[in-house]
Nanobody, 119 residues
């Protein structure tokens, strides 16, 4: 069993910053790709950022230069530092990890954390 616990969401004014965390626990052999997605009200879930086990980074155009994804392998944790937040960044943010456990490789999702950016 693998559990993902997200934290760090909240209410922030436009231009402010937040840091999201996603901690994985359980019978984990290897964490491969770590991703962040978000879903705004009435919209589909969209990709935000990704980091592979080799350190390759990918960002959505809408957040490139403002958001930074990072990982702490010792803690099985992925972070999303969000700076210069805009109203349109308001969404529920989800972490998504590709994890190998005993005998299986699968994708796991966090429970989501609300980020609200106010004017």
């Amino acid at each position: 069993q693998v559990q993902l616990v997200e934290s760090g969401g909240g209410l922030v004014q436009a231009g402010g910053s937040l840091r999201l965390s996603c901690a994985a626990s359980g019978s984990i052999f290897t964490i491969h790709t770590m991703n962040w997605y978000r879903q705004a009200p009435g919209k589909q879930r969209e990709f935000v950022a990704s980091m592979t086990s080799s350190g390759r980074l990918t960002y959505a155009d809408s957040v490139n230069g403002r958001f930074t994804i990072s990982r702490d392998n010792a803690k099985n944790t992925v972070y999303l530092q969000m700076n210069s937040l805009k109203l349109e960044d308001t969404a529920v943010y989800y972490c998504n990890l590709l994890i190998t456990t005993a005998g299986s490789l699968r994708s796991y999702w966090g429970q989501g954390t609300q980020v609200t950016v106010s004017s």
